[in-house]
């Protein structure tokens, strides 16, 4: 015992040395420097794990999503040919999803009947897409099979759109989602029910925000740019342009940004600074071939609605009229953040023209126009010639599903994959409490497209 305090008396003495205490001293600094550094890497890689677990179930609800449209598509297609791409979409669209899913923290066991779920989804849609693709018609029985997987998809987004909502919401992390993967996620998944999550707002769709451009606005591309006429401008008549467009009296300064040549259409770009009292900032670009509006876009605080869709609607078309773009229909739209977001597309003799779209923001408190964006238009707007009408629309409705009960009809010329563009006959109608678009081609009675309409309290959009 006293040479245990021998030697803690000579430990206190050698820390009276200075020479001994500053290398203490040094040594627990080290400590603490290095503790904090490993702290540091710790929280990066956890930050790390989770944006990428983030992304990966981000994936797998898109995925999931687009297996539940695709489905719904093909229970109401009569063509062999929509039938097989529609299949071939769920096909891959599934196969995407169980790749994603592979990638989150959950043991599989809790996965087992999310994956088991898209393999069988996988494999059935592959068999019928080949059925299909060998002019095969499907039977009854596969419709009823079809009818079951589009159910259980269509909870299973729900599912996975809940848990994206505790996600975002911090209710469950990944890092509980990882220690307790089993009964947290399994026990969502296996009970999944239209019951259990009737009271969800299935709000995955406005996730698209303002990116969603309507009908066929994937087709919005076209290497001849055929809306593009005119001689080019230079940046000193664009700037010219500017101010025409939004208005000398209403601009405090105007920066030149130069010409874009990278985007789809090489543009002039500017950012206006308005003199109001917000000092609003407005982006706006012209095309260099014509001096065309490609687009513009102001932010500023909106305040609370006092404008309904129809007068927005209204203050939209007589926007466009303004600028030189006539005979412009809407067809759908979006709502978020106190401004609808209208897609026109051009009306040629009483026919819908889908590749002439533009886009427009309608801010709700005031009915200013926040925004136009004018691609689809510029790349494919000309007066068509109308081909002649082959077949009558009662023959067109024999080509399309018996059970679609249809409430509205018109005619339409919509582009196709292959960067041509086709008239059809676009009937609207329901089946199982969804509404569908069926576009059937005038001069061959083909079903050439489906989409799906999804009506939300914010707008209506299509699949």
Not at 38 to 65: C, D, G, H, P, W
Not at 385 to 400: C, F, G, T, Y
Request: glycine share 6%; aromatic share 10%.
């Amino acid at each position: 015992m006293s040479k245990i305090k021998e030697k803690v008396y000579d430990w206190k003495d050698r820390l009276k040395d200075r020479h001994m205490l500053s290398l203490v001293v040094t040594l627990i600094a080290i400590i603490i420097i290095l503790s904090l550094f490993i702290y540091k890497k710790q929280t990066e890689y956890r930050q790390l794990s989770e944006n990428s677990y983030n992304m990966a179930f981000y994936e797998v609800v898109n995925y999931v999503e687009e297996v539940e449209t695709y489905l719904a598509k093909s229970l109401i297609s009569a063509s062999p040919e929509q039938g097989a791409q529609n299949l071939t979409q769920v096909w891959r669209e599934s196969n995407l999803a169980q790749a994603y899913l592979s990638e989150l923290p959950i043991s599989n066991e809790g996965l087992s009947n999310t994956a088991k779920f898209l393999n069988q989804v996988s494999d059935y849609s592959y068999s019928l897409s080949r059925k299909t693709i060998n002019n095969e018609k499907l039977s009854n029985e596969d419709f009823d099979n079809l009818t079951m997987l589009h159910d259980y998809s269509n909870d299973l987004k729900n599912t996975l759109n809940q848990l994206s909502n505790e996600l975002n919401n911090g209710r469950i992390s990944w890092g509980e989602l990882t220690k307790k993967g089993t009964p947290v996620f399994a026990q969502q998944v296996d009970n999944i029910s239209k019951d259990s999550f009737s009271n969800l707002e299935e709000n995955f769709h406005e996730y698209a925000g303002l990116i969603y451009d309507g009908a066929f606005s994937e087709h919005m591309t076209n290497p001849e740019r055929k809306g593009l006429t005119g001689e080019d401008i230079n940046e000193e008549a664009a700037r010219e342009k500017v101010k025409d467009f939004i208005g000398e009296e209403n601009i405090k300064e105007i920066t030149e940004n130069g010409l874009s040549e990278n985007g789809n259409i090489p543009s002039y770009q500017y950012y206006v600074t308005k003199n109001d009292e917000n000092k609003t900032g407005v982006s706006i670009a012209f095309s260099q071939k014509g001096g065309h509006i490609v687009y513009m876009n102001s932010n500023r605080e909106i305040g609370a609605e006092t404008i309904s869709f129809d007068k927005a609607n209204e203050i939209g078309k007589n926007f466009l009229e303004s600028k030189n773009f006539p005979n412009m229909r809407e067809t759908y739209y979006l709502k978020q953040n106190g401004i609808v977001t209208i897609n026109y597309a051009y009306n040629q003799d009483n026919i819908i023209m889908y590749p002439d779209l533009i886009k427009v923001k309608v801010a709700l408190d005031n009915g200013e126009i926040m925004g136009i964006e004018t691609t689809g238009y510029l790349n494919s707007h000309f007066e068509r010639n109308i081909p002649n009408i082959q077949i009558s629309s009662e023959e067109a409705k024999r080509n399309i599903n018996p059970n679609l009960e249809i409430t509205s009809e018109r005619l339409a010329v919509i582009p196709t994959e292959y960067q041509t563009e086709v008239l059809c006959y676009e009937f609207k109608g329901r089946i199982n409490e969804r509404d569908f678009l069926v576009y059937v081609n005038v001069e061959t009675g083909k079903e050439e497209d489906i989409l799906v309409i999804l009506e939300t309290p914010d707008g209506i959009l299509t699949m």
